[in-house]
């Protein structure tokens, strides 16, 4: 059980970073409570780059 001290610590915010064509990955995460904030580029070598999706979750616990 709990303390209420610790109780703080399961308020934090979590945030993930997916890849935008990981469909599998990202239906599971809203289900569990993520929603997309904002869609991403980020580079991954020479002239590539990997669009992403920042999903927050849409209310801390």
């Known amino acids: 059980m709990l ?10 915010k979590i ?21 997309i904030e904002k869609e991403y580029k980020v580079k991954a070598g020479e002239g590539n780059y990997v669009v992403l999706y920042r999903m927050p979750t849409s209310s801390p616990p």
């Open 15 to 35: 945030v993930l970073h997916v890849e935008k064509d990981n469909e599998p990955a990202i239906s599971l995460y809203r289900k569990l409570g993520y929603s």
């Open 3 to 12: 303390k209420s001290p610790d109780i703080g610590l399961l308020k934090k």
